[in-house]
Every structure is written in structure tokens, then in C-alpha cells.
């Protein structure tokens, strides 16, 4: 069964970074799609970052050149870090897996596994 723990939400001011962490168990993070989604309140659940199995990586354009999604095979742990943050990036982010040698994983039908979510919240 697959598991997904995110950590390293919180409040920052506009303009400052946060890391988030998924540690993920029951699937081999190199061989699947992982990826980050976001829900604001009142909004539909959106793709924010993916990474595959090759290692390529999508962005939603509105955090392309502030965001960055990384994996740690070794630790099975995938990463979001995000800079230069804006109150508009104030969310519940998730992590998201498709197990299997998907190209891309950044539409919600296609999630096979969820984490709980941690809120990231952006003061201006």
C-alpha cells in the first residue's frame, strides 16, 4: 500500500521560501511520476510540479522559475522547494504518485495515491 507523508508547510511573508518533503512508502519513487498538487479554498485541486521516471520535469507556468521539484531516490523522499513565494501560492499542497513510466502526472484523474496535505500559507 502506498504511503505519502508531507512536512515542511507553514507561514512565511511574501517573498521568502519554504522546502516541502514527501516521504513516501510502498512504491519506488524512480519508477513512478510524482508530483505536487495544491488546493486553495473555494478552488479546484491543480497540478503544481511533476517529475517522472526519466527525471523530466513539469511546472504549472504560474510558479515556472520559482519553484523547483526534486527526488531523493535513496531516501524515497520527493521535494518541493519554493521561492520567492506570493500570497496567491497560499494552499493546502499534496503529494501526488502514479506508480508505473507515466511522462507526466499533473492532472488529478490520474493520482493513484494521495498524502494528507500541508498548508502552506503566504502573507503579503
Known amino acids: 500500500q502506498v504511503q505519502l507523508v508531507e512536512s515542511g508547510g507553514g507561514s512565511v511573508q511574501a517573498g521568502g521560501s519554504l522546502r516541502l518533503s514527501c516521504a513516501a512508502s510502498?512504491?519506488?519513487?524512480?519508477?513512478?511520476?510524482m508530483g505536487w498538487f495544491r488546493q486553495a479554498p473555494g478552488k479546484e485541486r491543480e497540478g503544481v510540479a511533476s517529475?517522472?521516471?526519466?527525471?523530466?520535469?513539469n511546472y504549472l507556468t504560474s510558479v515556472k522559475g520559482r519553484f523547483t521539484i526534486s527526488r531523493d531516490n535513496a531516501k524515497s523522499t520527493l521535494y518541493l522547494q519554493m521561492n520567492s513565494l506570493k500570497p496567491e501560492d497560499t494552499a493546502m499542497y499534496y503529494c501526488?504518485?502514479?506508480?508505473?513510466?507515466?511522462?507526466?502526472?499533473?492532472?488529478?484523474?490520474?493520482?493513484?495515491?494521495w498524502g494528507q496535505g500541508t498548508q502552506v500559507t503566504v502573507s503579503s
Open positions: 501526488a504518485a502514479l506508480p508505473g513510466f507515466w511522462n507526466s502526472c499533473t492532472a488529478r484523474s490520474q493520482i493513484g495515491a
Open positions: 510502498g512504491l519506488t519513487i524512480s519508477r513512478a511520476c
Open positions: 517529475i517522472n521516471f526519466r527525471g523530466d520535469t
